[in-house]
């Protein structure tokens, strides 16, 4: 999703008396040390509850097993913004075991689970739910079984930011309903193996009933519609390609639907728009740019990765969320100062980065943002060229934060950050990258190439760290773990000083966080670009220069701080 941070009103009490602190501390110009103290005693993680290991860790409970589908049906009664349903689990036994874990949110109540027409037992904590097998489950077999359930989901309290169902009516009084649930849980309204490492391989049927006179959107293709005697209508969609589990999506409502096709690189890609019936004119016309946005993440990304599963709008009661196949768009039809739409552009940029390259534990959902937000500067590119991009990197840059680490905890499903630093700040270690890399063609090319490299399977933020070492055959860790690791960027120390005999010395090093930081900077002598290559240790350099005035360091396409020395 987009940018914003959460704060509790407690916490923003104790910012404001921080930023008061920090002000004071950035005037007498002691920063650095004192702030992270500040910072690492404010935005402390953990300690971490039994019920965040249960949501975040992979267990042999739940490694034992790998889903291949998963077929959903849910009822959903608006008046009572009620749901009730089944989940059939397909599985794969990796490793043979009595015992596994699924998981669904407490308040949902589980009416039975359904094995061979066998009632399994099962035992609940927190929202992990605990089922245990009449014998063992051979390695190697594939079998099923259905969970029944039904209950009152968590109404979201600032979706899509913070997740759970959305019960609105439209402008006409007709019933809006959606769901986003990112780092809150699919398992807040399905059951599910609820970890980002399991996608089901093969896709999802996800079939929802609701009252006839409303549509159903959900993710993949619609497959078929069919109407009850009750007054209510199914609708059923089918994802063929592996989703993650917060892209699962349903949307209610008074909706039309409008479609067009584009001849991308792999052929015919299907594009459909449901929009509320009073906003149809305005949506064809907003979203007619949406063709040449897929084209430019085509050109520079590599293909849409879902032709199959189509690509697909859906106007939301919230702003916005990348739900693979069938976008949420809640942007009321604007475009921002650059003449696009930031929702369309953001959530699709998120099918190549998060839906077709997903992590496998939110500890590394900068892999999924900060390539996104990056893609955003991409999309200006190629419509308008490089130095309009470079304005608009400019825009995010102001948005940087620099209050807490953008790589997270593992295993805890880590949702705490306390700004939206893997955004800009991530979108700007990239743009950084690009700069160390100097060679456009090859910036592209890595690009690309990640787009083969990790696809299927989820991917750790860790491999594409050095994937990209690898791949640009420059030791690339001490950059990352200071982009990510820690949450100070780092400051360029100088002097420049005047010699005898006229020219000058330049001494240089990083102060830096990151062991062994190192990463060149360019510096502009008399209107003409150099190169150093700087490290945490003191260097020097002989300059000729006429005066001061002819040198500067660029800071407009790295994301560093510079401090003049006396
Ligand atoms: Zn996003």
Not at 258 to 283: N, R, W
Request: proline share 4%; hydrophobic share 40%.
């Amino acid at each position: 999703m987009g940018n914003f941070f959460l704060l509790s009103k407690k916490r923003k009490a104790v910012k404001r008396w921080v930023v008061g602190i920090w002000s004071y501390f950035v005037f007498i110009n002691i920063v650095i040390a004192q702030v992270s103290t500040i910072n690492d005693i404010l935005y402390q993680r953990g300690p971490f509850s039994r019920k965040d290991s249960l949501r975040g860790a992979l267990t042999l409970l739940r490694s034992c097993y790998d889903v291949l589908f998963y077929d959903l049906f849910v009822k959903v009664n608006i008046p009572e913004q009620s749901i009730s349903g089944s989940n059939t689990i397909i599985y794969k036994v990796i490793t043979e075991f009595e015992r596994i874990q699924i998981d669904l949110f407490s308040q949902l109540e589980i009416d039975s689970i359904l094995y061979h027409h066998q009632k399994l037992l099962f035992t609940r904590e927190h929202n992990a739910v605990f089922i245990q097998f009449p014998f063992s489950q051979v390695t190697g077999i594939i079998d099923t079984f259905t969970v029944y359930y039904h209950g009152k989901p968590n109404v979201a309290q600032n979706p899509p930011w913070q997740g759970g169902f959305i019960w609105e009516k439209d402008k006409n009084g007709r019933p809006w309903v959606g769901v986003a649930c990112q780092g809150h849980g699919a398992s807040s309204w399905w059951p599910l193996k609820d970890h980002l490492s399991d996608e089901p391989d093969n896709g999802m049927r996800i079939t929802i009933n609701v009252p006839q006179s409303l549509m159903c959107v959900s993710n993949g293709v619609l497959v078929g519609q069919e109407d009850y005697e009750d007054g209510t209508t199914s609708f059923e969609w089918r994802v063929h390609a592996p989703i993650n589990s917060y892209n699962v999506t349903l949307n209610i409502g008074d909706y039309v639907h409008f479609s067009d096709t584009l001849q991308g690189v792999l052929g015919i890609l299907h594009l459909d728009f449901y929009v509320l019936s009073y906003h149809l004119e305005k949506a064809k016309k907003h979203f007619a740019q949406v063709k040449p946005l897929l084209h430019c993440f085509e050109k520079y990304l590599g293909p849409y990765p879902f032709y199959e599963d189509g690509y697909a709008l859906v106007e939301t009661p919230y702003w916005g969320m990348e739900h693979q196949g069938a976008i949420a768009y809640g942007n009321e039809f604007k475009n921002n100062n650059f003449g696009f739409d930031f929702i369309i552009v953001h959530e699709s940029g998120h099918e190549w980065f998060g839906n077709h390259i997903s992590i496998g534990d939110n500890a590394d959902l900068w892999v999924h943002e900060a390539f996104t937000t990056y893609a955003e500067a991409i999309y200006v590119e190629c419509v308008h060229g490089k130095e309009k991009a470079l304005e608009y990197l400019q825009t995010q840059r102001k948005k940087i934060n620099n209050q807490a680490a953008i790589q997270g905890p593992y295993e805890v499903n880590f949702d705490a950050w306390p700004d939206a630093d893997m955004y800009y700040k991530g979108s700007w270690m990239l743009h950084t990258l690009r700069t160390i890399i100097a060679d456009d063609a090859l910036w592209w090319r890595a690009l690309r190439k990640m787009y083969d490299v990790f696809r299927g399977g989820n991917v750790k933020g860790q491999r594409v760290r050095l994937w990209f070492s690898q791949f640009f055959n420059i030791e690339l860790s001490s950059f990352f773990s200071q982009y990510l690791d820690f949450r100070e960027i780092p400051i360029l120390e100088y002097r420049l000083q005047k010699k005898a005999n006229g020219d000058y010395t330049f001494s240089f090093r990083f102060q830096a966080q990151a062991p062994n930081f190192q990463m060149p900077i360019d510096v502009l002598l008399n209107g003409e670009k150099k190169r150093f290559w700087a490290t945490t240790e003191w260097q020097a350099q002989n300059l000729s220069l006429t005066s001061e005035k002819d040198f500067t360091i660029d800071t407009e396409n790295y994301l560093i701080l510079t401090q003049k020395l006396k």
